[in-house]
């Protein structure tokens, strides 16, 4: 029988803009897929203990890291940056802030 304790989280996190990767390729959908199903088992498994498990996904953002690096490397402004990342935010076309 399995031991409940329930105070446990289990926490997975997964990016869509990983290193260097400007837009989803079929290899990041379907990892990000196979992450949401994984934390969406391990939830059932472990509802009756009372046990969560949350599945963060952030998108794209809007910080220096992410788009001042890449003003730099393609020798365009930053609002060119920031628009070309913006038109690839499906929900409210624009990226998030932190």
Known sequence: MKKCRPYDLKLGSASPAGPGRSLLTNWDCGRLSSK????????????????????????LMNTPMAVDTRTRASNRSRAEVAAERDAKVPLRGRMGTA
């Open 36 to 59: 949401i199903a994984f934390t969406e088992q391990l939830a059932l498994q472990n509802a009756l203990c009372g046990i969560r498990a949350n599945c963060i996904l952030p998108g």
